[in-house]
């Protein structure tokens, strides 16, 4: 759900983090918590290997820091491809 707004004070008496407000929801009631359907794609990448790598590799800060950019590189490209093959928000 697109939200409009997070009541948390709201939601700190109910014991949940907050309430949202959404398109439905209070203006529906009880109604509006139904979410709207929606498509999920799981999509699994390549193996990294990291075995390559010695053990002691994990204090290299420089070495951690490059392969965690290339993990996040290779998350947003998924992403992106994703994205190019996806109609709309609404439709999947």
């Known amino acids: 759900y697109p939200l409009i707004a997070r009541l948390e004070g709201l939601g700190r008496l109910f014991g949940v983090p907050y309430v949202p407000i959404t398109l439905t929801f209070p203006w529906l009631g009880p109604i509006g918590l139904i979410p ?3 498509k999920w794609y799981i ?3 390549e193996i990294i290997d990291l075995s390559k790598y010695p053990p002691d590799a994990i204090n ?3 070495l ?3 392969l965690s950019e290339m993990v996040r590189r290779t ?3 998924m992403i992106y ?3 190019k093959k996806r109609r709309s928000i609404w439709f999947g």
Do not use: A
């Open 36 to 38: 709207l359907p929606s």
């Open 81 to 83: 491809e994703l994205l």
């Open 43 to 45: 999509h699994f990448g």
């Open 60 to 62: 290299d800060d420089i």
């Open 75 to 77: 998350i947003q490209e």
């Open 64 to 66: 951690v820091n490059n």
